[in-house]
């Protein structure tokens, strides 16, 4: 059975992921002292880790990594998904949530508009790889 555990900055190194996380993103996701996050467990393995990293008072950026294990229990991702953003946008007064997905990821795409988050404009080479992004936010 899944448990959820508060986001522990090595988790981000623990994760296996199924495509490229570079060490700077680990790093960046490894760094910050403003991240708000949670970190879904299976028998000690990480299904996903996601967070808010606060921006200022009111605004902060939403982001989620899902493990190789993740992807095999979509289901079980989705909905510990959703109710992070929700539970850590109510707890901690966010008015903005926003975050940023590569146009080349139908599945992410679709997950963020089925979490409500409403489409806001491409981002034109926003990637590490200069590829585009769009922007999105679920504002309250």
């Known amino acids: 059975m899944p448990n959820i555990v508060k986001y522990k900055k090595d988790h981000v190194y ?18 910050d002292k ?12 990480i299904l996903g880790i996601g967070g808010v990293h606060n921006m200022w008072d009111g605004v902060g950026e939403a982001w ?10 979509p289901h079980t991702v989705a909905k510990w998904t959703n109710i992070m953003f ?24 679709r997950f963020v508009h089925w979490m409500g ?13 200069g590829s585009d992004y769009a922007r999105y936010a679920k504002v309250n």
């Open 14 to 31: 623990q994760i296996e992921v199924p495509y490229d996380l570079t060490d700077i993103s680990r790093d960046a996701l490894s760094n």
């Open 34 to 45: 403003e991240i708000v996050g949670y970190t879904l467990m299976d028998n000690n393995v």
């Open 64 to 73: 989620l990594v899902i493990s190789k294990q993740g992807f095999t229990k």
């Open 86 to 109: 929700d539970v850590i946008q109510e707890e901690h007064n966010y008015k903005r949530l926003q975050a940023a997905v590569s146009l080349k990821d139908q599945t992410a795409l």
């Open 117 to 129: 988050f409403k489409e806001e404009g491409i981002m034109q080479k926003y990637g590490p790889d």
